[in-house]
């Protein structure tokens, strides 16, 4: 009888487990690749040896490899050589290392590598093609090319240690990081290209090429050579082999070519497993699923009992050459996300090279068939079934016996898969990066909502949902041992004893915890600021260096040093003495101060650091405390720097008596400080702006004028710090008073004014029957966040003037002849919308087939307003197809917008039919109104209630701000901060990244452990700080209300700017919350505005529009001229009256990526204003900007220390 269906799952045997009953054979093309040797244990792939070059040499090496984009790069990794070409490669690289070849040398192997060539068979030299015609580049590169393919796939996703020689301290010192394809292409552009290059990058690749640049020795590290005496972390990911047999092994996510396994292989192979089972529902595993993070490819053990919805898991882990090890993991970890209905009963998983699959029990294949396939697959009889029971031999031929099916002899998955892999019937693939590929599919709505939804409760409703929880836990595991489950058995010893140590450790820290919550919570504010160093005695720049800490409670009593360990005896003599048992110590930019501290031998327990800005924290010190460090700026705005402090939070008699003081940073060195005495002449020479007189005047307050040219630079350091702290501390604590006044809020419980906000807002009942949304409907909601739209008309440059010369063929060029410009900015435009809508409430759902049916009909998607009269109150977040209608309008700032494949977002009339797009009905609905856009529902979810107490919420504060604003009272600085921070949480993007803290000691062993999740490493004095890609995701937001702030705040807009354009009127440039058009033109939109809408669109109050020009030389009237060049790139000329009546001209400009002070500066190189300026880059000219013009300029390396610049060139060009 035949061979036939691969897996009958109808059956199951008597224990609950799948039994699969007959196995099936499927004739497919085996793989093109050569045969090799079968993959016993003692034929495994020898590991990579640590490889030292000069640098010298890698210049060398990838100075002759042409240079390629990632995109090349990418296309380059999929070509394939033979392994005789692999050694000849590794075997010049060799003699290279051996012999440090000079070019010329290299040169002569090139021509003996070509000779060599001419001998090759016809197969070999097409293969060799194969990679030449990637570059169309001469033959002679044949040989770098291979090389360049070699070292990639030997050396990316291993790490690249840097040793380096520290100029300022004299010491060797390293840094490691990880390699990756953009690693690799940065240091050939910094090879073909020259240091400048690096001028171009920003973030970590500038720091690795910067750090390369200084190398005395690069090591090439591999995974293994961290390998310790500790367990490794055992995980799982994708099967690096491809089957060469024909028995069709889908099931385990095994393939027979590469093609076909990649294919297999793009869904999460533990995720597989589950489905496999036919134990979960498909909305359960996409539950769990979500919690996974995408970005890694594999998934340990201990993270496994993470996931919430998990039923119970039987994993074995198989390892040649050594026992099987059993885990039973228990915990079903519902919580409150888990529906009632289901229950999955345990599933058997095996993880084997790293891969998980499902453990079936039996499987219809002997050991003798696998055993035997090498020798005999060529036999028809032995192919016929793979339930072979033995062979014997005969004279002439193989007689082959086999079990019939009622025998039941078959042996579980992974004894079959570990079997095939001794018997060598798996192919190793060579290059395993090619699974590595995030693609940018849309994610369409979850098929059950419920699960990703979390209701706020209250601490007694979460203690009896925890209490039903653990007594329904208590149930199942009782019934599971009465089936004969008896735990966990079989973990290897030092697996446990590892796994016992980390939860003491937790308990222990728990219970330390615990033991401090229970005593009265004493908790002291400190302030600080630390003074140091940015230059040497030659001028020179160098990293900074602290010479004074300065640090306050109440703002009037000062404590000084000059390392953070005074400031932690400090604190502890606090503790003993007057029992404090909490500490929180705010710096203003704790960014930069943080590199004074974290060099320090101390204890770092943990720390925040998002977009690489440290903003908290946490050191542990003696008697069982600990101290917080944060960054007061997130409170303050990261716009508001100590010296607007006065302004914002004093009355005009505070200002007068507490300022921000003059500093000369950079006369101070350490030898001029020490010496302590300095010229006045020469620090005037560094007081930017500020001139001598007030210098003196400042030096003379601090009680440091010594003569007429001398002060004393301590006592003067002494005075601007504390002065510093001053202000730092008085502002804070009358910033605490009124939000504790105003708001009922303890200001210092908050990390940034955002979540302050929010938490304002809950406490007024705004999100009251909101849910938090995570997992698969926080990523599908995430794809509705569209920010503000900010572009010049149809996405041209735009000239207003009348001394503009008109070029009708130039049609990237627009020329208005007008010159009365204005700037119409809509009054708190986010707060605006929160005060025409409603935040959706109650229970998140899938839409059904007949729901997407009602909603494709515009007449019903319209039922739904904004108001509380609504007929339909529904919310709707849609996944949609567009298309043109006959009527389809074609707007200058269109609605319609996309990310390009630099991640930039266009709007654009023309957009692609076959592209999903996430519109909420608001966005749907003004699509539809102002561009006659037809739509088709592919997938979505509603929202059913509402709440609408944000409306009168945000009018009370808005009303407030404005009678604050005109008494002088500070109060309204909060205000303003609290309206306009709330909806920036509410669509807080995911965090798949933590930094850890590890010692030097720890340190060998974390990076073997977690290897595969690092993306990251930063060595700071004795500690690293590992960026690591966190296995289970599980954060909540609001992200939904987040989107319909973001889309009625579009609406505004909408409204405004297509009645505009509908009565002819031009409107030049938008910038989010404003527009730019005709000041003649304000007066026709208003009428036109006022008979569509019934309500008046000029005013100050809100959602209304103003006009926002402001000049400091007086009253500006109106713009005479005007250059948009592109996003955020454009330059006004501004018509101003004095308070003397008389006329005169300022500059509104605005530069990304380039400074007010470089554009200035780059007009007095030219002789030129700053419209001759922009007009030359709108006919496409290069213009160098110097960053660091007129103010002090300086970067932090990957150590985080910071070192002064003279000079940052930016290239600009349209």
Not at 453 to 477: A, G, P, V
Not at 1044 to 1068: P, Q
Request: charged share 30%.
């Amino acid at each position: 009888m035949g061979i036939k269906n691969i897996i009958n799952r109808n059956n199951r045997n008597n224990q609950g487990q799948r039994t699969v009953k007959t196995i099936k054979i499927v004739r497919k093309v085996k793989p093109t690749q050569p045969k090799i040797k079968s993959n016993t244990k003692t034929n495994h792939k020898p590991s990579k040896a640590r490889i030292s070059l000069q640098k010298t040499t890698i210049d060398m090496y990838l100075r002759h490899i042409p240079y390629i984009s990632l995109e090349q790069l990418n296309t380059l990794l999929q070509q394939k050589i033979t392994k005789k070409q692999k050694q000849q490669v590794k075997d010049q690289i060799t003699k290279i290392e051996e012999k440090q070849l000079t070019r010329q040398q290299m040169q002569e192997k090139i021509e003996q590598q070509k000779l060599k060539i001419k001998t090759y068979t016809p197969t070999q030299i097409k293969e060799y093609m194969q990679v030449h015609q990637i570059y169309n580049t001469s033959f002679e590169l044949s040989f770098f090319q291979e090389f360049t393919i070699e070292i990639l796939e030997h050396y990316i996703n291993n790490y690249i240690k840097i040793t380096f020689l520290n100029q300022d301290t004299g010491r060797e010192e390293h840094k490691i990081f990880l390699i990756t394809k953009d690693t690799i292409i940065d240091l050939m552009e910094l090879i073909h290209k020259g240091k400048n290059y690096e001028d171009m990058l920003t973030g970590s690749d500038r720091e690795i090429l910067q750090t390369y640049y200084q190398a005395t020795k690069v090591e090439i590290i591999t995974p293994n050579e961290f390998k310790s005496s500790q367990y490794k972390k055992r995980k799982g990911a994708y099967f690096n082999y491809i089957n060469i047999t024909e028995v069709d092994l889908e099931r385990y996510q095994i393939g027979n070519n590469e093609q076909e396994h990649l294919q297999l292989s793009k869904t999460q192979c533990f995720i597989h497993s589950l489905r496999q089972s036919g134990e979960y529902s498909e909305s359960l595993i996409e539950y769990i699923q979500s919690q996974m993070n995408e970005d890694n490819i594999q998934f340990s053990f201990l993270s496994i009992k993470k996931l919430n919805g998990l039923g119970p898991i039987h994993l074995t882990y198989y390892e040649d050459g050594k026992n099987d090890r059993v885990y039973d993991i228990n915990t079903i970890n519902y919580k409150e996300t888990k529906t009632e209905t289901e229950t999955p009963k345990l599933v058997n998983i095996g993880c084997y090279k790293n891969h998980y699959f499902i453990n079936d029990k039996s499987v219809p294949i002997s050991k003798v068939w696998i055993k035997n396939y090498k020798e005999h697959h060529n036999s028809p009889t032995f192919m016929k079934s793979t339930n072979l029971k033995q062979i014997r031999k005969t004279t002439k031929s193989y007689c082959y016996s086999f079990y019939t099916d009622d025998q039941n002899i078959g042996i579980s998955a992974g004894t079959m898969i570990t079997t095939m892999m001794e018997q060598g019937l798996f192919q190793e693939i060579e290059n395993p990066n090619i699974y590595n590929q995030n693609e940018d599919k849309p994610i369409s709505a979850p098929i059950d909502c419920k699960p990703f939804q979390k209701i706020s409760l209250t601490k007694e409703e979460k203690d009896l949902q925890q209490k039903e929880w653990e007594d329904k836990q208590q149930k199942r595991l009782l019934d599971q041992y009465n089936e004969g489950i008896k735990g966990i058995e079989g973990i290897e010893q030092e697996e446990i004893e590892q796994e016992k140590l980390e939860e003491t450790e937790e308990q222990e820290e728990t219970e330390e915890t615990e033991e401090i919550e229970k005593r009265e919570i004493r908790q002291l504010i400190i302030y600080a600021d630390f003074e140091s160093t940015t230059k040497d005695e030659n001028n020179n720049n160098i990293v900074h260096k602290p010479f004074l800490l300065c640090w306050t409670v109440n703002g009037d009593e000062f404590y000084h040093g000059r390392t953070i360990f005074s400031l932690i005896e400090f604190i502890q003599d606090k503790a003993v003495q007057e029992s404090y048992n909490k500490f929180l110590v705010l710096y203003h930019n704790l960014s930069y101060d943080a590199s004074f501290i974290l060099q320090q031998q101390i204890k770092i327990s943990s720390i925040l650091k998002p977009d690489n800005q440290i903003i908290q924290f946490t050191v542990q010190i003696k008697h069982h405390l600990s101290i917080v460090f944060r960054d007061s700026m997130r409170l303050t705005g990261n716009d508001v720097s100590v010296s607007k402090m006065p302004a914002m939070f004093f009355t005009k008699e505070m200002q007068s008596k507490i300022y921000k003081e003059i500093f000369p940073y950079t006369y101070y060195t350490m030898n001029r400080y020490l010496i302590k005495f300095g010229s006045i002449e020469e620090a005037s020479k560094h007081i930017g702006k500020h001139t001598k007189e007030e210098f003196i005047f400042s030096i003379q307050n601090a009680q440091a004028y010594v003569d007429e040219d001398t002060f004393d630079l301590q006592q003067y350091a002494l005075y601007y710090c504390e002065q510093d702290v001053r202000v730092l501390s008085k502002s804070m604590q009358i910033f605490e008073q009124m939000i504790k006044e105003h708001f009922n809020l303890d200001l210092f419980k908050y990390v940034s004014i955002s979540s302050l906000s929010l938490e304002s807002q809950k406490q007024s009942g705004c999100f009251k029957g909101c849910v938090q949304v995570t997992g698969q409907l926080r990523k599908f909601l995430q794809q509705f966040v569209i920010g503000g739209r900010v572009m010049t008309a149809n996405n041209k440059i735009i000239k207003v003037g009348k001394e503009f010369p008109i070029d009708l063929e130039n049609k990237q060029v627009v020329v208005i002849n007008k010159d009365d410009t204005t700037d119409d900015d809509c009054t708190s435009m986010y707060p605006s919308a929160q005060r025409r809508m409603y935040y959706p409430a109650g229970e998140c759902k899938t839409l059904t087939k007949e729901q997407i049916q009602y909603y494709n009909n515009p007449n019903n998607l319209f039922k739904i307003t904004l108001d509380e009269k609504s007929k339909d109150k529904s919310t709707l977040y849609l996944e949609v197809k567009l298309k043109k209608s006959k009527s389809f309008i074609k707007r200058d700032f269109p609605l319609i917008s996309y990310k390009n494949k630099d991640g930039v977002r266009m709007f654009t009339n023309d957009f692609d039919t076959e592209r999903s797009y996430f519109y909420d009905h608001i966005s749907l609905q003004d699509l539809i109104t102002f561009q006659h856009v037809e739509y088709e529902i592919v997938s979505g979810v509603r929202f059913t209630s509402r709440n609408y107490n944000i409306q009168n919420i945000i009018y009370e504060m808005f009303t407030k701000r404005q009678e604050f604003k005109k008494q002088g009272n500070p109060v309204q600085i909060i205000y303003k901060l609290m309206l306009n921070s709330s909806y920036g949480k509410t669509i807080e993007a995911v965090h798949n990244t933590e930094d850890v803290i590890v010692t030097e000691k720890k340190y060998v062993d974390y990076i073997y452990k977690n290897k595969d999740f690092i993306k990251e490493i930063t060595q700071i004095g004795d500690k690293y700080i590992v960026n690591v890609r966190s296995e289970v995701v599980d954060q909540t937001a609001y992200t939904y209300i987040g989107v319909l702030i973001l889309s009625v705040s579009k609406r505004i807009m909408n409204e405004v700017m297509c009645t505009a354009e509908d009565t002819g009127i031009k409107i030049y440039y938008q910038d989010t919350d404003s527009i730019q058009i005709s000041k003649a033109d304000v007066p026709i939109l208003n009428d036109a505005f006022f008979k569509k809408y019934g309500r008046e669109r000029q005013g100050k109050g809100m959602g209304q529009f103003h006009e926002d020009y402001e000049s400091k030389k007086g009253e500006v009237t109106h713009a005479s001229r005007a250059i948009y060049l592109g996003k955020k790139f454009y330059a006004v000329e501004l018509q101003v009256e004095t308070k003397k009546g008389e006329q005169d001209i300022d500059y509104h400009l605005r530069g990304k990526g380039v400074t007010t002070q470089s554009i200035l500066k780059k007009c007095q190189d030219y002789n030129c204003d700053p419209i001759e300026l922009y007009n030359k880059l709108s006919n496409h000219e290069e213009i160098e900007f110097d960053l660091c013009t007129d103010k002090p300029c300086f970067e932090k390396n990957k150590a985080y220390e910071y070192v002064s610049r003279e000079s940052f060139i930016r290239k600009v060009k349209f």
